[in-house]
């Protein structure tokens, strides 16, 4: 069973930044597929990003409405993953969520972005 920890959450005017973070509690050197996903009031949970690692290296996906502001990576050292959000809109405010394993086996608690226009 892998723990999942979010934090990096929280209020910013449009246009600012945030960094959300992801750590696991075992090493993530093994974990194929992470994503980041963010549902928003009556909304579904849509995914937002994701790295599926490979023997060719690792290939990130973003949602179109992301690409360009956000940046998913990751840190086997620190077992954790992050989300670098830049050019905020308030269109992004939402619970975004952590996942790692095939098929989101796993989940973080959700952590709260709030973008004020």
């Known amino acids: 069973q892998v723990q999942l920890v979010e934090s990096g959450g929280g209020l910013v005017q449009a246009g600012g930044s945030l960094r959300l973070s992801c750590t696991a509690s075992?090493?993530?050197?093994?974990?194929?597929?992470m994503g980041w996903y963010r549902q928003a009031p009556g909304k579904q949970r849509e995914l937002v990003a994701s790295?599926?690692?490979?023997?060719?290296?690792?290939?990130?996906n973003y949602a179109d409405s992301v690409k360009g502001r956000f940046t998913i990576s990751k840190d086997n050292d620190k077992r954790t993953m992050y989300l670098q959000m830049n050019s905020l809109k308030p269109e992004d405010t939402a619970v975004y969520y952590c996942?790692?394993?095939?098929?989101?086996?796993?989940w973080g608690q959700g952590t709260q972005v709030t973008v004020s226009s």
């Open positions: 996942s790692m394993g095939l098929g989101a086996a796993y």
């Open positions: 075992t090493s993530i050197f093994s974990i194929e597929v």
């Open positions: 790295i599926i690692s490979g023997v060719s290296g690792g290939r990130e």
